[in-house]
């Protein structure tokens, strides 16, 4: 159980376009995701809490203009980097956290490698 | 943000067991400490979680410190395929995890 997907597990897009990449929980429901961001060789760095149905909170010096995130369900986050720039490159985790349990536990997904060209 | 100190890498002989230690000074009295390790270019996997006492899964043992500022994940029987990067990590302000450096495991033959 607990298991999170990301999809696509990888994009190249050209610069000044956007992508979005979806977080789906698969069976059971997240009220809480959040989005992570690693470059080579560093470790993860958290980005935004999105809660379902409400907007998200982002980390300081993440711009939330660029990037956009939608809970619309309990089920399904998405991140959208808007006007892609090659220094957006990155791996990009989304983590769920599952409801109604006391433990509150994170669950991450995969990965969606993004190279901007 | 949750504070964690790790060693930055580790070798460990396959076959053997292997210690990996982390300080967590800051963790508060009902805070969880969690360790996840991350392969390469693949999503952090979660391997255990802990208190007070110690605990034990079929991946791992975490021994913590009866004053929780520090942990040790042991792996029993390293294999080739625990080499990764291991994370110990706590919730911070926001009950969110937040990782450090974490300690780059390579195990040997």
């Known amino acids: 159980g607990a298991v999170v997907s990301q999809h696509p597990s990888w994009v190249i897009c050209k610069s000044g376009t956007s992508v979005k990449i979806e977080c789906r929980s698969l069976?059971?429901?997240?009220?809480?995701m959040f989005w992570y961001r690693q470059f080579p060789k560093q470790s993860l760095m958290l980005m935004a809490t999105s809660n379902e149905g409400s907007k998200a909170t982002y980390e300081q010096g993440v711009e939330k203009d660029k990037f956009l995130i939608n809970h619309a369900s309990l089920t399904l986050s998405t991140l959208t980097v808007t006007s892609a720039h090659p220094e957006d490159s990155s791996f990009y985790i989304c983590s769920a956290r599952e409801a109604g349990t006391g433990m509150n536990e994170q669950y991450f997904g995969p990965g969606t490698r993004l190279t901007v060209t | 943000d949750a504070k964690t100190t790790q060693p930055p890498s580790m070798d460990c002989a396959e076959g053997r067991a292997a210690n990996l230690p982390c300080n967590h000074s800051?963790?508060?009295?009902?805070?969880?400490v969690y360790w996840y390790r991350q392969i390469h270019s693949q999503g952090p996997q979660y391997i255990i979680h802990g208190l007070k006492n110690n605990e034990t899964n079929e991946m791992a043992s975490l021994i913590i410190t009866e004053d929780r500022k520090s942990s040790t994940l042991i792996l029993p029987h390293a294999t080739l395929r625990d080499t990764a990067v291991y994370y110990c990590?706590?919730?911070?302000?926001?009950?969110?995890?937040?990782f450090g450096g974490g300690t780059r495991v390579l195990v040997k033959p």
């Open positions: 800051t963790i508060s009295g009902n805070e969880y």
């Open positions: 069976d059971f429901q997240a009220t809480t």
């Open positions: 990590t706590y919730k911070a302000a926001g009950n969110k995890l937040t």
